[in-house]
T-cell receptor, first 116, second 114 residues
Framework: DADVTQTPRNRITKTGKRIMLECSQT?????MYWYRQDPGLGLRLIYY???????NKGEISDGYSVSRQAQAKFSLSLESAIPNQTALYFC???????????????FGPGTRLTVL | GDSVTQMEGPVTLSEEAFLTINCTYT??????LFWYVQYPGEGLQLLLK?????DKGSNKGFEATYRKETTSFHLEKGSVQVSDSAVYFC?????????????FGKGTSLLVTP
């Protein structure tokens, strides 16, 4: 089984709809991240969380919100989807601390979201 | 702010050709440097990394050396295979308020033909 899973894998929705993307991990990591990938732009950080009580905005948080329901679960919501939020969304995790390996992130398979 | 610049693709090579994908970075302090690979339809996987100057990361025949004097982390492979066709991302990470959030380049698409 994959260590980092994302649901759904694909989603088509309409402008104005509320959408939730879910991420679960079995790696036991404390840190979790949401990125979006757009062609030619690489990955950009939306939100990140160090533990269930810690949520932080990333580079492009406008139009998004997140919820850290448990150490293993981190959800991304689009309250009112718009077409320029059409992208590939990735969840990632990393271990807490400052030692060897703590700077490495592990990615889920991605969710392809299309907003019409 | 910190940033990563990598060569634009797509790069098309014949099987067994030599591969170089250039990556340079701008950062204060001492970042760790990474290459991630994204195979078609999949998420990103760590390919290799280096955490300090002159370190060489290597994996699956790929290598990259952390060059602080030229702020570079170029990816190389001596003989590419069709299965290496993927998008390659250079990234940096350093301790900050966001933990170790990655700062990515835009990605370089590689196509290897038989």
């Amino acid at each position: 089984d994959a260590d980092v899973t994302q649901t759904p894998r694909n989603r088509i929705t309409k402008t104005g709809k509320r959408i939730m993307l879910e991420c679960s991990q079995t790696k036991g990591h404390d840190r979790m991240y949401w990125y979006r990938q757009d062609p030619g732009l690489g990955l950009r950080l939306i939100y990140y969380s160090f533990d269930v009580k810690d949520i932080n905005k990333g580079e492009i948080s406008d139009g998004y919100s997140v919820s850290r329901q448990a150490q293993a679960k981190f959800s991304l919501s689009l309250e009112s989807a718009i077409p320029n939020q059409t992208a590939l969304y990735f969840c990632a995790t990393s271990p807490l601390g400052a030692g060897e390996g703590t700077d490495t992130q592990y990615f889920g398979p991605g969710t392809r979201l299309t907003v019409l | 702010g910190d940033s990563v610049t990598q060569m634009e693709g797509p790069v098309t090579l014949s099987e067994e050709a030599f591969l170089t994908i250039n990556c340079t970075y701008t950062a204060t302090g001492y970042p760790s440097l990474f290459w991630y690979v994204q195979y078609p339809g999949e998420g990103l996987q760590l390919l290799l990394k280096a955490t300090k100057a002159d370190d060489k990361g290597s994996n699956k025949g790929f290598e990259a050396t952390y060059r602080k004097e030229t702020t570079s982390f170029h990816l190389e492979k001596g003989s590419v295979q069709v299965s290496d066709s993927a998008v390659y991302f250079c990234a940096l990470s350093k301790s900050s308020n966001s933990g170790y959030a990655l700062n990515f380049g835009k990605g370089t698409s590689l196509l290897v033909t038989p």
